[in-house]
């Protein structure tokens, strides 16, 4: 048997059911169901709920299901349910309740026009319209018909003839944030019911005017400035012409002699400075043309710059633990133009240091001539084409000349050696160039050589500033 308890929630819980199906009936019993359900009771096998209307015969509904479905016309009734457990016997029955169906309609939409404006702050709208059969709980929405955008309002202007009942007008609907465009009103019922009026515009008249205004004020405001403005300029025009009226009528007077002659001496020089700036500007173009003019290839060049020892034996036969004067030449030619701006040859250079060094009973002095072919690329990096960097790799022959003179009779040994030797190299270089105009270059770079001498293969690197001519 179900206890006490659970049948006092099951007929709370029905009370609850019975309003809920009073607030969804729709328009008709015979096209809509209504619901009216309560809790469970597992101690339940059946129910039975008898339904009777206040004038008329009652109904009896038998289910297992905690629900029944039913299709009443709208009216007031009241209810009440028996619950039976496993064993068929009446465990409780609850009291009688009352409950009403209430009878719902589809909105009706009226609009008094097409075109809507929005309010003065081009946000909102206040649209007069006629909608019947609504309630203060009525929802009414904006559809957009291009973009499907939704936007609620409120209705104003809802009143109710019978409490519950969806009887109401409403005189106005709002709405805030509403853009320009083609718009549906949708309105709909707490039954559920909706209607949608047909398409109307929403224009923000206060936008354009505002615009026209605006227009209209900056046409007249230049209309005016303009008029002013040619006026100004006429009254100048018609003082400077009077003027220069009575100064040609008093010099034509005074002097018409003079006129002519200064008219002819002018004439004169205006003709001798065109010819004068004929030939200045054919100066100036032959004066940029050999100045600019980068079709040179050859360049013969010679300058200083400074010797060191990276690494390598070539270290133990100098005093300077830095560097030394040095001296090279250079020929580069450069044929091959692949644009203005780059371009390729080839480049012969030697190179001179010479180091020494000094010991209790000899001298030892070392004289390096290196002769070198490198490939070359140089790239112009101006319009002008007087700035340029250059890089070069090659090889060639280092010829060293070694002379050991003894101070002192060191073992029987009192007279010195005079050798020459040569070894290859391989070569590199980065060098920066201006051509200042078009037959001369300088150009300041860095030159690496590693000589290849047995047992102590050396690297020498040499800064050098120089001066060349361009063939």
């Given amino acids: 048997m179900p206890s006490k308890k659970s049948i006092f929630s099951t007929i709370k819980y029905s009370l609850f059911c019975a309003i809920f199906a009073v607030c969804v009936l729709p328009l008709s019993s015979a096209d809509f169901s209504q619901r009216l359900e309560w809790k469970a009771d597992k101690n339940v096998l059946e129910y039975k709920v008898e339904v009777q209307p206040s004038s008329g015969n009652l109904k009896t509904f038998t289910t297992e299901k905690n629900y029944v479905e039913l299709s009443l016309p709208a009216g007031k009734y009241r209810y009440r349910i028996h619950a039976y457990d496993f064993l068929g016997r009446e465990a409780r029955v609850s009291e009688w309740a009352d409950f009403e169906i209430l009878k719902a309609s589809t909105p009706e939409i009226k609009l008094p026009q097409k075109s809507v404006d929005l309010g003065s702050d081009s946000k909102t709208l ?108 006429a009254e100048k025009e018609q003082k400077a012409a009077e003027k220069e009226r009575l100064a040609a009528e008093k010099e ?25 700036a004929e030939k200045a500007q054919k100066k100036a173009e032959n004066l940029a043309k050999r100045i600019y003019n980068d079709t040179k290839h050859l360049t013969v060049a010679g300058g200083a710059g400074l010797s060191g020892i990276i690494s390598g034996e070539l270290q133990d036969y100098s005093d300077s633990r830095f560097a030394i004067p040095a001296f090279n030449a250079r020929i580069t030619l450069l044929p091959i133009q692949w644009n203005e701006r780059n371009h390729f040859g080839f480049e012969l250079s030697a190179q001179h240091e010479r ?69 290859p190299n391989v070569a590199g270089g980065l060098s920066f160039g201006y051509i200042p105009i078009s037959f001369l270059s300088l150009e300041a770079g860095l030159d690496l050589s590693l000589i290849m001498i047995p047992d102590m293969t050396s690297t020498l690197f040499m800064p050098y500033i120089s001066l060349g001519f361009r063939l």
């Fill in 126 to 233: 206040e649209m007069p319209v006629t909608i019947s059969d609504v309630t203060g709980a009525t929802s009414v929405e904006l559809v957009n018909e291009e973009t499907g955008k939704v936007i609620k309002g409120v209705l104003v202007g809802v009143g109710s003839t019978a409490i519950g009942s969806e009887v109401a007008r409403a005189s106005m609907a709002q709405f805030k944030n509403v853009p320009e465009g083609s718009w549906k009103l949708r309105v709909t019922n707490p039954s559920g019911l909706a209607s949608e009026s047909p398409a109307f515009s929403v224009v923000d008249r206060p936008r354009i005017v505002r615009a026209e205004e605006a227009a209209t004020k900056k046409a007249e405001k230049e209309r005016q400035a303009e008029e002013k403005a040619a006026a100004k300029e």
């Fill in 252 to 276: 034509a007077e005074r002097q018409a002699k003079e006129e002519e002659k200064q008219r002819l001496a002018e004439e004169k020089k205006i003709e001798e400075e065109k010819k004068s």
């Fill in 355 to 423: 180091f020494k060094m000094s010991e209790d009973f000899y001298d030892t002095e070392l004289m390096l001539v290196g002769g070198d072919f490198s490939l070359v690329y140089r790239r112009n990096f101006t319009a002008t084409k007087r700035w340029f960097w250059q890089m070069k790799a090659g090889g060639g022959l280092t010829f060293v000349h070694k002379k050991v003179e003894y101070t002192k009779d060191g073992g029987q040994r009192s007279e010195g050696s005079d050798t020459l030797f040569f070894y």
